[in-house]
């Protein structure tokens, strides 16, 4: 059983809209990590958390230590967000990665 | 420079061939990884070695040769593949190993004929 479990596996939303992406995390995992890969290409580190909240731009995450879930935000929502998101636990020096979110933004 | 540099981002190798990829990092970071990515899969594990020595290898099969030569600079070897090794391989990097963000590489593309 994976470690990080991550929903939904597929998202698609309309331009400007707000949209959240969730992670839940077993026991053991010390920090949680956001990253996003574009397709074909690496993978940007977009926050790390080991608790409370995060923004960038209009990015936010939020980690809930004692719940063991981690939400991913993204406001005003545009195409460049389209993506997918991976959410990664830190256990010891290494990252155990859940399945990802697929994120599409229509124009 | 907070870059990870992959090089190179593609390679095409027959079964029978050496080749090697190169992740370098000017961060001054200590622990650095290497990552296989099937598509639309996360990516999985192979070496990761901290302060240039192997701390972690996820049984990976020995036609995968890690080597770190200093703390900037991280190789695999490869040779003697198999076309189900083609995946994108991703280098990464942090700062100490444990509980700091990481650092990625653009990855190499590789395909084995």
């Known amino acids: 059983k994976n470690e990080v479990e991550q929903s939904p596996q597929n998202l698609t939303a309309q331009e400007g809209e707000f949209i959240t992406i969730n992670c839940s995390y077993s026991v053991g995992i010390s920090a949680l990590h956001w990253l996003q890969q574009h397709p074909g290409g690496g993978i940007v580190s977009l926050f790390m958390?080991?608790?409370g909240k995060k923004k960038h731009g209009r990015l936010i995450a939020t980690i809930n230590i004692q719940e063991k879930h981690s939400s991913l935000h993204i406001t005003a929502s545009h195409p460049r967000d389209s993506a997918v998101y991976i959410c990664?636990?830190?256990?010891?020096?290494?990252?155990?990665f859940g399945t990802g979110t697929r994120l599409t933004i229509i124009p | 420079d907070t870059e990870v540099t992959q090089t190179p981002k593609h390679l095409v190798m027959g079964m029978t061939n050496k080749k090697s990829l190169k992740c370098e990092q000017h961060?001054?970071?200590?622990?650095m990884y290497w990552y296989k990515q099937k598509a639309k899969k996360p990516p999985e594990l192979m070496f990761v070695y901290s302060y240039e020595k192997l701390s972690i290898n996820e049984s990976v099969p020995s036609r995968f040769s890690p080597e770190c030569p200093n703390s900037s600079l991280l190789n695999l070897h490869l040779h003697a593949l198999q076309p189900e090794d083609s995946a994108l391989y991703l280098c990464?990097?942090?700062?100490?190993?444990?509980?700091?963000?990481?650092?990625f590489g653009q990855g190499t593309r590789l395909t084995v004929v």
């Open positions: 961060m001054g970071h200590r622990a």
């Open positions: 990464a990097s942090t700062p100490s190993g444990r509980n700091t963000e990481a650092f």
């Open positions: 990664a636990g830190s256990v010891l020096e290494k990252l155990t």
């Open positions: 958390l080991s608790s």
